[in-house]
């Protein structure tokens, strides 16, 4: 059952920028580190970001490094990805996860994942 719900994805021209959000459906996610992911088409699960549980410290691929920023609002129970100068490199869809391991690039750590979001950049 999806517990996670991603919003913010869409359609943007090279350059622009885009704020995801992911937020739990019927349960907060305090007890669990939060990770977005991404896949393109013929491209197997890519890591983008993640949050520690304290929301301390944060973890980037090397390619959104300077761009992209993971964030947290616990009053909003919230967790956002703000996409900076955005690549056509950078389509794919967007998903939200949550989990309880420590290899916090490794998708197969999270045990809740929401349906995703679609991100196009253009040019």
């Known amino acids: 059952q999806v517990q996670l719900v991603e919003s913010g994805g869409g359609l943007v021209q090279a350059g622009g920028s885009l704020r995801l959000s992911c937020a739990p459906s019927r349960r907060t996610f305090s007890s669990y580190y939060m990770g977005w992911f991404r896949q393109a088409p013929g491209k197997e699960r890519e890591f983008v970001a993640a949050l520690s549980r304290s929301g301390g410290s944060t973890y980037y691929e090397d390619s959104v490094k300077g761009r992209f920023t993971i964030s947290r609002d616990n009053a909003k129970n919230t967790v956002y990805l703000q996409m900076n100068s955005l690549k056509p490199e950078d389509t794919a869809v967007y998903y939200c996860?949550?989990?309880?391991?420590?290899?916090?690039?490794?998708?197969?750590?999270?045990?809740?994942w929401g349906q995703g979001t679609q991100v196009t950049v253009s040019s």
């Open positions: 996860a949550a989990g309880i391991g420590i290899r916090v690039r490794d998708g197969d750590q999270y045990a809740y």
